[in-house]
């Protein structure tokens, strides 16, 4: 076999001693390049969305324990904990996960570690777990990417539920992990406090995925793929993580994150294929949806709310602002961070990427108001100072005055619900590099469904380029948007309007003309001239003081900034 091959064993010594000294982007890299790598560190670093319970061994929470912190517990609590894992071995035995055998000479095998939890209703959990660092790739896995749908792809299905009325019913499926089959040959050790007697040198050979592998969530995505595409849904190429089904009766709109799932539609259909679904998968039955990517929803048939809240009150209590006196706006009209090019305090960078991974979370989730504050401050993540953090903590003594806010969608006809587009840019504000900061907001059901705010990665040699890039940008983002409801079976036949305050980048956009002062723009923002000329879009000049998306370019002064932060539908409950 090719597990005794000379060569074989030569190339897994290699590759794991490859594996194990692998050197990573120092932080500074990924705060410069930005990216998925750079906003994972730190969502990473947020206050967890569960409570942090006072126990013994030192106050740590159960998710930090051991299993010698469990034997150091009294003999009461110790049986209690030996049942959670004999429930968690019982549950992996059942599934077929594992089988013991003897360990091939050539390989080794991959760690493993128990991890706790204590519920809200004090049920006590145990989950055997991968050390998924000690894998080795092209050897231990191969694939790793699993699609999960997007913040703004479940805020989107959200306004349309809320725009047509639509029913909507969740599961959750219960250890989704345990099913999905692998591919390839893995060996696991025994978990400790459980070696089977008399097979001490014994390992486990994993046939399906346990939590902690590499590939696990992939492999349970590829069998949650194949299991509805049996029930009739067809995944969606503009988001992987949304699935329709379509009959005479009507249509059913599937929502999955990893194991959450909500299905939209007929309230008859939609029971009829979440059975289905159900008998295919052990699940529990959430029925109408009231929380969904930690936000919390509320609908009552007309209008659909989104909130955040109680992640907020958490993130609050943990950096001591739940008593702060509250500011009116997330930043200090006119106020730029300054990069900071000292000696880097490595305890203060850890607390301000703790509290900036937190306000991210949040920000991704339903509080688009606080979304240049926060992405600007997160660009001094790599060497912060004490100045960056107050700046960070001021960011939530803004929330801690407006912490019940909530996102909403409104289904009522004759509010111009439809989907319309606002961009704009602050010309030349890096006052380091020159480079100007976009922003643009994506509205429907009178909601905030899509925002962003962001540096340029190019220099603007005017504020008309500047606009004509974000514009740019802006309408792509509105394509795929458009696309997503062309999949959903709800084709747009109007142009989508795009508001801005630069009538030379309207100009530009309309007409195919290379003029002294824009014949140097980079070919890939001229695609914005396509989009007008096959009538995706339509752009419309408004005035700046009229401009919502004014609120992602720039710190405005309490006025303004509130004036837009009702266009987008952020309201007190």
């Known amino acids: 076999m090719l597990e005794t091959d000379p060569e074989f064993k030569r190339n897994y010594e290699k590759e794991y001693a490859k594996q194990m000294g692998k050197e990573h982007a120092t932080f500074a890299e990924l705060c410069q390049d930005g990216g998925v790598d750079f906003l994972n560190h730190l969502l990473a670093q947020a206050v967890p969305n569960v409570e942090i319970e006072k126990l013994p061994t030192n106050n740590k929470s159960p998710k930090e324990w051991t299993f010698r912190d469990i034997l150091r517990l009294p003999e009461s609590e110790q049986r209690e904990w030996r049942l959670a894992m004999a429930d ?10 594992f089988e013991l055998v003897e360990l091939p000479k050539d390989r080794k095998t991959i760690k493993g570690r128990w991890v706790y939890d204590i519920k809200s209703d004090g049920h006590k959990r145990a989950r055997f777990v991968a050390k998924g660092f000690s ?31 639509w029913y909507m019913t969740a599961v959750d499926v ?15 050790d025994q978990p400790e406090g459980f070696v089977a007697k008399g097979q001490e040198r014994k390992v486990y050979r994993l046939h399906r995925a346990i939590y902690g592998l590499k590939q696990a969530a992939r492999a349970w995505w590829l069998e949650l793929e194949k299991s509805v595409r049996k029930l009739g849904f ?11 089904y379509r009959d005479d009766e009507g249509v059913v709109v599937m929502v999955a994150y990893v194991d959450d799932i909500i299905f939209f539609g007929l309230k008859v259909l939609a029971d009829r294929k979440k059975m289905e679904f159900m008998r295919v998968w052990e699940c529990r039955d959430l029925g109408t949806p009231t929380e969904f990517l930690s936000m919390t929803i509320q609908y009552d048939g007309n209008t659909i709310k989104l909130d955040q809240t109680k992640y907020l009150e958490k993130v609050l209590e943990r950096f001591g602002m739940a008593n702060a006196k509250p500011a009116r706006t997330p930043m200090v009209e006119g106020y730029y961070p300054a990069k900071y090019e000292g000696p880097n305090n490595a305890v203060l960078t850890r607390k301000y990427q703790s509290v900036i991974g937190s306000l991210l979370y949040l920000m991704l989730g339903t509080r688009p108001d606080i979304a240049y504050a926060v992405t600007k401050m997160a660009q001094h993540c790599a060497n912060p100072t004490k100045e ?60 905030a469904v ?16 500047a606009e004509y890039m974000a514009l740019s940008d802006c309408a792509k983002q509105v394509i795929w948007l458009r696309i997503l409801l062309k999949e959903l079976g709800i084709p747009m036949q109007v142009p989508v309007p795009i508001y801005v305050d630069n009538q030379g ?42 401009n919502p998306a004014d609120i992602f370019t720039k710190p405005l002064g309490r006025v303004k900034f509130e004036l837009f932060r009702k266009s987008l539908r952020l309201v007190f409950h």
């Open 88 to 97: 968690e071995i019982d549950a992996l035995k059942s599934r077929q996960v």
């Open 135 to 165: 894998q080795v790739e092209g050897i231990d896995f191969k694939a790793l990417f699993s699609p999960v749908v997007r913040y703004e792809s479940v805020r989107f299905v959200f306004a349309l539920a809320a725009l047509f009325g």
């Open 174 to 188: 219960k250890t989704a992990f345990l099913y999905g089959k692998l591919d390839e040959e893995i060996y696991m």
């Open 234 to 244: 067809k995944r969606l190429h503009s988001d992987s993580g949304i699935f329709l």
């Open 388 to 447: 960056h953090l107050q700046k960070a903590l001021y960011i939530m003594k803004y929330l801690a005055g407006t912490r019940k806010y909530s996102l909403v969608f409104e289904g009522r006809k004759g509010l111009g619900q439809g989907l319309e587009s606002y961009t704009d840019s602050d010309y030349a504000q890096d006052p380091m590099h020159r480079l100007s900061q976009t922003g643009n907001l994506v509205l429907l059901a009178s909601g």
């Open 450 to 465: 899509s925002w962003k705010s962001y540096t340029q990665k190019s220099i603007a040699t005017s504020s008309t380029e």
């Open 505 to 546: 980048a309207i100009f530009n956009a309309s007409n195919p003309v290379q003029e002294r002062r824009t014949k140097h723009i980079d070919v890939r923002y001229h695609l914005i001239r396509q989009y007008v000329e096959n009538e995706d879009v339509s752009l419309f000049y408004i005035p700046t003081d009229d």
